[in-house]
């Protein structure tokens, strides 16, 4: 048995050409699935991930309540607007919550998001015997306006350190030095630890601030920097949203209720709609998945057509090898091999295709969007990818490997 | 005997054409140790006897016994196992695997036969390349070595399992004569060290004197030929 993998694999080295390519397209046909689907979990766990540090319920204004979630938790696109900042103040009267953390989302630092918020977000944990989400790594808190508190990765990539200071640029966009708010500079007197979550990427700072900035601006006619200031909490009496934290399954469902009636705001869950986004994941997953069978089921004709081919050009090597003893099993069996050890090489080259593809488009992702795309080994995908490509490949080999069992030994050992 | 052959007959038929008796062969039987010349024209059947005799072309009729065992009455698998055990076949074109080396070559009948223990094969195989005087040439492949060469190694890998039979089918015919003299010397040499009986199908007349029994094939039959002796004084 040993000798027919030796047997096998010389024969493969025998066509390198058509060899490196047939492994090339099953490496792309396993890879293609297996990056999207690795990535179709990084997302979810990414996602899952990034709305841990926060309370179950968010209130913002009326609209779309994935957008709302989405502009909030993940800081993906933009508000559907603000709500008046007596939402915020009659919340935290109220006693079926527990905590209450304003959102007064400003403009930007290099792109990075200016968050008005107040001390209460230190509270935020995703359980109760968790650690707090936001941990200051090094400096303090913001107590006074104007003073920031950096997410790990706005520090990171900025290269701001503690006593420095910075000018938000106007918007959400990354801002030229020419759309600076110029009339108040930030200083950093605060790095969060990382959270795995968009938050790392984002400046903290007093809600006030965020209002100061733009209560300035009042008296002048607007401009165009103005009204790119989308999603932007430019009203001195609005914020965009508040994260509550009820103080219990009832409680929150009872406040859920309430902001359904009303007409000022709406509360969301973001289990919920995020579920709705994971439905919308899934079926492009399927979709791609079921591309990626497809292509995978060409990699098996190729493999077919390759055999194929290549027991038509050795019918004189199979003859040699019979006419020294080789019997037609040993002969069907190399064959078999052959295209098996072809697959398997194609199938842990894909490995390397799949995750490395998932690998670089998952840092791309992350980049942009700033939502961790946590990309992992998936055991329960395994079976699939190996016993799929396999059975492909012994399937595709069956006819070749039959053909190569009935070369008649005398007409090919003695053409004439 | 080594080997017999019973009313042995092979008839090609081909769709459209009348069928061709090329072999016809009554009782014919060969003793242990002996050298063999089979001579005869092209087209007389030598390579189908041949390729019978290697129980690799099922006769029409007869049965070729090796030894006691009658060859053809074996399976299949069986058979191919005996062919790699007993018989070593040196083909007219080498028929040299081109994707293996010359030390690759020897092994794969040692392999098939699977009498030597798997780690001595390789061993083996050396020694019987240095015994044909390729010693420096074990890991060439076939494409780099020269035809003299390449026969040399048809030679090493056909001795392999050391057979009790050897079938050479026109060893020489690509070579000059020195050259095929070397590669005759060699080839009868091994077979007397192991008593091998061995069955030369040659054109080239001058061979005719290294051999014990000479044969000629006309027509697929069997016609005799005179003994060596007389044919020496029918020369003087």
């Known amino acids: 048995m040993r000798y027919d993998f030796f047997l096998a694999w010389r024969g493969l080295r025998a066509r390198p050409v058509q060899t490196l390519i047939t492994i090339l397209i099953i490496g792309l046909a396993v890879g293609l699935p297996l990056a999207v689907l690795s990535l179709g979990d990084g997302a979810r766990q990414g996602i899952i991930r990034a709305s841990d540090p926060f309370g179950v319920l968010v209130v913002g204004a009326k609209g779309s309540g994935q957008q709302l979630v989405l502009s909030t938790i993940l800081l993906q696109g933009n508000p559907v607007g603000n709500i008046p900042f007596t939402v915020y103040t009659d919340l935290q009267a109220d006693p079926r919550a527990a905590l209450t953390v ?3 989302l400003g403009d930007n630092i290099g792109g990075a998001r200016i968050i008005g918020t107040s001390v209460d977000l230190l509270e935020l944990r995703p359980t109760v015997n968790d650690p707090p989400t936001f941990r200051i790594a090094a400096g303090r808190f913001f107590t006074s306006d104007f003073e920031a508190v950096l997410g790990s990765s706005v520090a990171r990539t900025l290269g701001l350190q503690l006593g420095d200071t910075f000018y938000a640029a106007h918007g959400t966009g990354r801002g030229l030095a020419t759309d600076l708010h110029d009339e108040a500079a930030y200083s950093v007197v605060g790095i969060f630890e990382n959270t795995t979550s968009p938050f790392d990427n984002a400046v903290f700072t007093s809600v ?22 989308i999603g932007a909490a430019a009203e001195t009496d609005q914020i965009t949203a508040i994260l509550v934290k009820p103080i ?10 309430t902001f359904a009636t009303g ?37 098996g004709l190729t493999v077919f057509l390759s055999m194929y081919s290549a027991i038509a050009a050795r019918q004189q090597t199979i003859a040699i090898m019979r006419g020294l003893g080789g019997n037609r099993i040993t002969i069907f069996r190399v064959v078999i091999i052959e295209s098996l050890l072809v697959m398997l090489i194609g199938t842990l080259f894909g490995r390397a295709v799949g995750y490395g593809a998932a690998f670089i488009v998952a840092a791309a992702l992350s980049q942009q969007s700033a939502i961790p795309i946590p990309l992992r080994f998936l055991p329960s995908l395994e079976p699939l990818l190996w016993l799929l490509p396999l059975s492909l490949g012994l399937f595709a080999s069956l006819i070749p490997a039959y053909q190569a069992y009935r070369v008649d030994v005398v007409e090919h050992l003695f053409p004439s | 005997m080594i080997l017999r052959l019973e009313n042995l007959t092979h008839t090609y038929k081909t769709a459209g054409l009348e069928a061709r008796t090329v072999l016809d062969i009554g009782m014919w039987s060969l003793g242990e140790g002996i050298q063999l010349l089979v001579r005869g024209v092209s087209g ?17 009729t007869g049965e070729v016994y090796l030894g006691e065992q009658a060859l053809y009455r074996l399976p299949e698998a069986v058979r191919d196992r005996a062919r790699a055990q007993k018989i070593g076949y040196i083909f007219q074109t080498h028929h040299l695997l081109p994707a293996f080396t010359a030390l690759e070559n020897v092994i794969m009948p040692l392999q098939f036969a699977g009498t030597l223990p798997a780690s001595h094969r390789a061993e083996w195989a050396k020694q019987l390349l240095v015994q044909v005087g390729l010693g420096d040439y074990l890991h060439h492949r076939p494409s780099q070595l020269s035809t003299g060469q390449r026969l040399r190694v048809a030679v090493a890998r056909g001795l392999a399992n050391q057979p009790s039979l050897i079938l050479a089918d026109e060893p020489t015919a690509a070579l000059d004569p020195d050259n095929g003299a070397v590669i005759m010397d060699l080839l009868q040499t091994a077979c007397r060290q192991t008593n091998a009986t061995l069955i030369v199908a040659s054109h080239d007349p001058a061979l005719a004197d290294r051999f014990d029994q000479q044969i000629n094939l006309h027509a697929g039959k069997i016609t005799a030929m005179p003994p060596i002796g007389e044919r020496k004084l029918h020369a003087l």
Not at chain 1, 219 to 226: E, F, K, Q, R
Not at chain 1, 266 to 291: M, S
């Open chain 1, 102 to 104: 304003p959102i007064a």
């Open chain 1, 208 to 229: 006030a601030s965020v209002w100061e900035v733009h209560e300035e601006e009042e008296g002048a006619p607007p401009s165009l920097l103005d009204s790119l200031e």
């Open chain 1, 248 to 257: 219990g399954f009832i409680e929150a469902n009872q406040l859920w209720q």
């Open chain 1, 263 to 299: 007409t000022v705001a709406q509360a969301a869950f973001p289990g919920q709609e995020l579920g709705a986004l994971f439905d919308l994941l899934g079926q492009g997953e399927r979709i791609l998945t079921a591309v990626g069978i497809l292509v995978m089921v060409i990699a």
């Open chain 2, 44 to 60: 007389s059947g030598k390579t189908t006897l041949f390729n019978i005799i290697a129980g690799l072309l099922r006769p029409t």
